[in-house]
Every structure is written in structure tokens, then in C-alpha cells.
């Protein structure tokens, strides 16, 4: 069992930037992959960032060159920074892990970029 909290949501203007974490309730190093999604009102869900227990990671191409996933094992922690932040961004943020078969998620984290 895995237990995710997110934090670092906000309201910030358009062109600004957030760092949104994820802390995990348990040691992340053997989880294989962990994800942000995001979701929009009226908006299906979407997969934003993803990164492997090797670090290896993979973008959708709306925030590729704008956000970074990383990952901090020693923190059980996962980071979502986002750059040049755009009103399309505006959407809860979900924090994701795969470990073993079992799926786990995050209550989310609000993000509106508005001027």
C-alpha cells in the first residue's frame, strides 16, 4: 500500500512557475514508475510527466521544454516543476505510482493560472 499527498498547487499568472510535490508513505526506490496527471473541468484526464525507477522520463507534448519531473528517493518524494505556466494549464494535478501491479493516487493538487 501506498499512500501519495500533493502539495505546491496554486494560483499563479501566466509566464510564472510551480513546483508541485508528491510525498510518498513509503520509500519510493522500488516503485517503477511514477506520473503526474492533470484534469480539467469538463476534460478527461491526462497524462502529463512520468519517470522510472531508473530516472528515465517521458512528457505529453503540451508541457514538453516547460515542466521537469524528478524524483528524490531519499524524500520518497516526486516533483512536478512547471515553467511559463499557460491558462491551458489550469487543472487538478494527480500524483501517480505504479509499484507491483497496484495503481495508487493522490487526492490532487489545484493549479489556475489566470491573470
Known amino acids: 500500500q501506498v499512500q501519495l499527498v500533493e502539495s505546491g498547487g496554486g494560483l499563479v499568472q501566466p509566464g510564472g512557475s510551480l513546483r508541485l510535490s508528491c510525498a510518498a508513505s513509503?520509500?519510493?526506490?522500488?516503485?517503477?514508475?511514477m506520473s503526474w496527471y492533470r484534469q480539467a473541468p469538463g476534460k478527461e484526464r491526462e497524462l502529463v510527466a512520468t519517470i522510472t525507477s531508473g530516472g528515465r522520463t517521458n512528457y505529453a507534448d503540451s508541457v514538453q521544454g516547460r515542466f521537469t519531473i524528478s524524483r528524490d528517493n531519499a524524500k520518497n518524494t516526486v516533483y512536478l516543476q512547471m515553467n511559463s505556466l499557460k491558462p491551458e494549464d489550469t487543472a487538478v494535478y494527480h500524483c501517480?505510482?505504479?509499484?507491483?501491479?497496484?495503481?495508487?493516487w493522490g487526492q490532487g493538487t489545484q493549479v489556475t493560472v489566470s491573470s
Open positions: 513509503r520509500s519510493i526506490f522500488s516503485i517503477n514508475l
Open positions: 501517480n505510482a505504479e509499484r507491483f501491479g497496484a495503481i495508487y
